[in-house]
T-cell receptor, first 116, second 115 residues
Framework: NAGVMQNPRHLVRRRGQEARLRCSPM?????VYWYRQLPEEGLKFMVYLQKENIIDESGMPKERFSAEFPKEGPSILRIQQVVRGDSAAYFC??????????????FGPGTRLTVL | AQSVTQPDIHITVSEGASLELRCNYSYGATPYLFWYVQSPGQGLQLLLKYFSGDTLVQGIKGFEAEFKRSQSSFNLRKPSVHWSDAAEYFCAVGARIQGAQKLVFGQGTRLTINP
C-alpha cells in the first residue's frame, strides 16, 4: 500500500505565476488535509477536504488560494499569482473515513515551493 | 483557541544520554495529542499518540510520552538517544472538526546529537 504521494517534490515559480500542488491520499482514505510549513516554523492547518467537498478551510488565505478533491484524481492545492511569501513546504495528509477523529493522519513528503 | 507550545527551540544531547522534549497545550476539551518527527527534507512520521486511557504512552523507536492533565503537558522522553534520532520534533493537538480533526502544531524542537 503506497503512502501519501505528493508531486512535484520541488516547484519553482516566478512572482505572478500559478502553482499547482497535487496530493494522492493513501488507498482507502477519503479525508485529505493540507498544511503549510514556513521556514523555521511548525505546520499550520490550511484546509480539510472529503471527496468533492471542502469541510473546513479556516486556515486558507482568503485570496489566491483554492483547494479541491474531485471524485476522481488527486487533491489539488492551487495558488494563483504567487508572491515570495508563499515560499514554503506544503504537506498533504490523509486519513480513513468515519474514524471519529481518532485516526492517524499520514503525511506525504511535501512539496517545497520557491517563488523567485 | 487551541495552541501548542514547545519551549525549547533547539536541544543538544550526547549519544546515549536521556532525552525529554517539553510540550504544553491549550484545549478546552479532552485533547488528542501527538508527537511527530521530521527528518531534513522529509515528511512527518508519527511517533505516538494519546486519545484516552493510560497516561503513559509508548511509541516507536523507543520513545514514550506522559499526559499530565494538571500541567497541560505531554512531554516526550527517551532513555538513551541514538545519532539517528537527530531531527525536528513536533507536538500537536487534534482539534475536532466534523468527524475528523485538524492538527495544531507547536513550533518544533530541533534535536542535535553529539557523538
Amino acid at each position: 500500500n503506497a503512502g501519501v504521494m505528493q508531486n512535484p517534490r520541488h516547484l519553482v515559480r516566478r512572482r505572478g505565476q500559478e502553482a499547482r500542488l497535487r496530493c494522492s491520499p493513501m488507498k482507502g482514505h477519503s479525508h485529505v488535509y493540507w498544511y503549510r510549513q514556513l521556514p523555521e516554523e511548525g505546520l499550520k492547518f490550511m484546509v480539510y477536504l472529503q471527496k468533492e467537498n471542502i469541510i473546513d478551510e479556516s486556515g486558507m488565505p482568503k485570496e489566491r488560494f483554492s483547494a479541491e478533491f474531485p471524485k476522481e484524481g488527486p487533491s489539488i492545492l492551487r495558488i494563483q499569482q504567487v508572491v515570495r511569501g508563499d515560499s514554503a513546504a506544503y504537506f498533504c495528509a490523509s486519513s480513513p473515513p468515519m474514524g471519529g477523529g481518532r485516526d492517524e493522519q499520514f503525511f506525504g513528503p511535501g512539496t517545497r515551493l520557491t517563488v523567485l | 483557541a487551541q495552541s501548542v507550545t514547545q519551549p525549547d527551540i533547539h536541544i543538544t544531547v550526547s549519544e546515549g544520554a536521556s532525552l525529554e522534549l517539553r510540550c504544553n497545550y491549550s484545549y478546552g476539551a479532552t485533547p488528542y495529542l501527538f508527537w511527530y518527527v521530521q527528518s531534513p527534507g522529509q515528511g512527518l512520521q508519527l511517533l505516538l499518540k494519546y486519545f484516552s486511557g493510560d497516561t503513559l504512552v509508548q511509541g516507536i523507536k523507543g520513545f514514550e510520552a506522559e499526559f499530565k492533565r494538571s500541567q497541560s503537558s505531554f512531554n516526550l522522553r527517551k532513555p538513551s538517544v541514538h545519532w539517528s534520532d537527530a531531527a525536528e520534533y513536533f507536538c500537536a493537538v487534534g482539534a475536532r472538526i466534523q468527524g475528523a480533526q485538524k492538527l495544531v502544531f507547536g513550533q518544533g524542537t530541533r534535536l542535535t546529537i553529539n557523538p
